[in-house]
């Protein structure tokens, strides 16, 4: 990747945090055609750094919808991209096979892949960029707007939660995981205020208790490059499980959590890219991997569900207070 394009990404994010806003938090829910950036072909969510790329831009300009696509995507749909709209620049590594005559001489003996990747650019257009007859269908509509979830337990979530096999203490005055007993530890649910809350506390945490599952913890280069990176690390994970389940989140803006952000990307403009690609595979552990049907529009009524769950370790003895979450699938 390009050192400007790095550059701009890592810009754009700080300008972004320093007026207030935080792109991995997503304040409210306006429907089912809001949320978490989604691709109208594939129907697939955006990964790693361009989720960033694209919630940065429908921050800075206002969009609700979750829906992009590039200028043929929406012609392909019957809509039309409006005159003069500016579109959201996004990346993709491509690899190309290179064989080489060597390896043509030994046809019968395994060989690795030869070839290159090269960054490859597109350009994505959100759904409040375009015109159409069925436009609707891709986005946040004013009934939408006034979408309002009853907070109980969710049961997605609670299914979500119960498939990761963690163990989970409920009681005490605070949420942590503690790495000695492989645990982690959450208030009863009555000392949140809202569900939203709680789901982010637990969801934080056990990104925290993914960490040594998925690699994270692991490297070593990666833990001294900065101070408080598992925090950041467990606070975008846990973001990308409750946008994906569609549980808003409550932005803390004060002044300190911001600027703890905003020293940590200044000092080290590589690490933001280094954060999404772990955060990601934290996310996708706890949700059971990639989502296993592509996500529906507005109205279609179903809920999202996961390929096979991820396993925890092997199970432990049931302390007091607590309660053993195992293996599912959902």
Known sequence: MKN?????????????????????RRPWICGPNAGTPVNIESQKRYRGINTWLVDLTAIERGYLSRWWGTYKQWQERGCQVRKGEVGTRIIKYKFVKQESEENQDNENEAQEDAGYCFLKHFTVFNAEQVDGENIDRWRVTEDQTKYVQEWNDEPLAEAVIEATGAIINVGGQAAYYDPNTDAVSVPIKGRFETAADYYAAIFHELAHWSESRIGF????KLQKRIYGLGELFAEIAGCYVCNDLRIPDRIDNSAA???????????DKQLIFTISKW????ADFILGGELEQPIEQANHGELLRTKNAPTGKAAKPKPEGAYLIRSARL
């Open 217 to 220: 913890s692991s490297d070593e």
């Open 257 to 267: 959590y911001l600027e703890g952000w905003l020293e940590i990307l200044k000092a």
């Open 279 to 282: 955060s990601n595979k934290a």
């Open 4 to 24: 400007d394009l790095r550059e701009e990404i890592n810009n754009r994010l700080v300008k972004a945090i320093e007026s207030g806003s935080v792109p991995w």
